[in-house]
């Protein structure tokens, strides 16, 4: 049984601070790994994807993989009040995406 | 700008009744999915087409639900009869074969109430 785990929140955060977002997952085959945006009522955006270990960089948005660790986040700088939704991590291995349950972040102006 | 379209996008029904939802892919992905999210979980996956044929269906709860993509492009899943737990968000993904990044980007989902 394949398990992407996020903790559900939410996680606060004042606007113009780092959010960061975690994500764990079971299946040690996983390939790829992504990041979805999702505002309450609408359906998930697709907002970085990383393949290898290390960091990548998207304007505001680092996407930070660990395969060894099974360990996946996304850091959020100069978070804003439009910023504040659900974070879906999905984790893909042999043909199949497997979603976590979502962090909900809330930026306070 | 290329998007999956998703119809209709609230659907009210009293259970026991038969729904159907369309869905057209970005064009160009030979890749669909529909999935299912309930309110408070993730996206799960309900099936999953290459062209015009079924690549898994493993979740699918097949006494009520079908889901057709006849020619490789659009695609049509129907529950029949709707039952009280299947109110919830289905969604509607394409991919595309030809990159490696197995990036799925969905519709804007079709709000499935059952009465």
């Known amino acids: 049984q394949k398990e992407v785990e996020q903790n559900s929140g939410p996680l606060s955060v004042p606007e113009g601070a780092i959010a960061s977002l975690n994500c764990t997952y079971s299946?040690?085959?996983?390939?790829?790994f992504f990041w979805y945006r999702q505002y309450s009522g609408k359906s998930p955006e697709l907002i970085m994807s990383?393949?290898?270990?290390g960091d990548k960089e998207d304007g505001r948005f680092t996407a930070q993989l660990n395969k060894a660790s099974q360990y996946v986040s996304l850091l959020i700088r100069d978070s804003q009040p439009s910023d504040s939704a659900t974070y879906l991590c999905?984790?893909?291995?042999?043909?199949?995406?497997?979603f976590g349950k979502g962090t909900m972040l809330l930026v306070s102006p | 700008e290329a998007e999956v379209a998703q119809s209709p996008r609230y659907k009210i029904t009293e259970k026991s009744q038969a729904v159907a939802f369309w869905c057209d892919p970005i064009?160009?992905?030979?890749?669909l999915y529909w999935y299912r999210q309930i309110l408070g979980q993730g996206p799960e996956l309900l099936v999953q087409?290459?062209?015009?044929?079924?690549?898994?269906d493993s979740q699918l709860p097949k006494d009520r639900f079908s889901a057709e993509r006849l020619k490789g492009v659009d695609s049509t899943l129907k529950i029949q009869p709707a039952e009280l737990g299947d109110s919830a968000m289905y969604l509607c993904?394409?991919?595309?074969?030809?990159?490696?990044?197995?990036?799925?980007?969905f519709g804007p989902g079709t709000r499935l109430t059952v009465l």
């Open positions: 064009s160009g992905h030979a890749t």
């Open positions: 990383i393949y290898s270990n």
């Open positions: 087409f290459q062209d015009e044929s079924v690549v898994d």
């Open positions: 993904a394409s991919s595309s074969y030809i990159t490696q990044d197995n990036e799925q980007f």
């Open positions: 299946d040690r085959g996983s390939q790829s």
């Open positions: 999905a984790v893909h291995s042999y043909s199949t995406l497997t």
